[in-house]
């Protein structure tokens, strides 16, 4: 016989207690539901992509500045693409192509991103990109990120690693006047890779605010 297990309260001497009749008939329509919640969970996760900065009119390998949104169009799905296809939330952007771009950078939800090039990030007003989760953000040896006006760069939870434990990527970053890099969740703020350069330059800030906070800097140098 099917059956779900639903709540009766009865009187005792301690005040309430909750006690358990079985009732057939709804466990399956129970279970059904929660097979669709799962299925959605899965989904919405697996919408999430690679995307690989164009700008635009132009491609993965020879890319423009532009604006980093949700709305416009100037990213590729492949490395080497036109622009044509929009940012969403959670997507891993990847910045390649030649070096000088400049981002404008809006408020959004960003997974892993990897610097192949030289980019700065900026903006004429406060913005915040707010990494996934224990997503890295991987930068290429010899290439230059630069965090300037206005951008924050917020890490939450795991995570909050630059070159994430990979000896291949050993970039610099910059975080220049008005920019700002951050840990908000009570884990730390890790710097990896071989040769990693962390700068930050007089207005720039580097922060923690977790409970617990430190930061960690394994096979890289800083000033």
């Given at each position: ?13 301690a ?83 030649t ?40 930068i ?30 050993g ?41 617990g ?11």
């Amino acid at each position: 016989m099917k059956r779900i297990i639903t709540p009766q309260l009865s009187a005792s001497n301690a005040g309430h207690t909750c006690e358990f009749a079985q009732r057939p008939g709804i466990s399956v329509l129970f279970k059904k539901i929660v097979a669709a919640l799962a299925i959605v969970g899965i989904a919405g996760s697996a919408l999430a992509a690679n995307k690989f900065w164009a700008g635009p009119s132009g491609t993965g390998s020879a890319p423009t500045s532009g604006t980093w949104d949700t709305a416009t169009a100037n990213w590729s799905t492949t490395s080497g693409g036109a622009a044509g296809t929009t940012f969403a939330t959670s997507d891993a952007p990847n910045f390649g192509g030649t070096d000088g771009i400049f981002i404008k950078c809006s408020t959004l939800t960003s997974g892993t991103i990897t610097n192949n090039n030289s980019y700065t990030f900026t903006n004429d007003a406060a913005v915040t990109v707010s990494m996934v989760t224990g997503t890295p953000w991987m930068i290429a040896p010899g290439k230059t990120v630069t965090i300037g006006t206005n951008v924050t760069f917020a890490f939450s939870s795991t995570g909050g690693t630059i070159n994430n434990g990979s000896l291949a990527f050993g970039g610099t970053i910059i975080v220049d006047n008005g920019g700002k890099l951050q840990q908000t969740a009570n884990q730390s703020m890790q710097f990896d890779g071989s040769g990693t350069l962390i700068r930050v330059l007089t207005g720039g800030l580097l922060q923690h605010t977790g409970t617990g906070s430190k930061v960690r800097i394994p096979n890289s140098s800083g000033h």
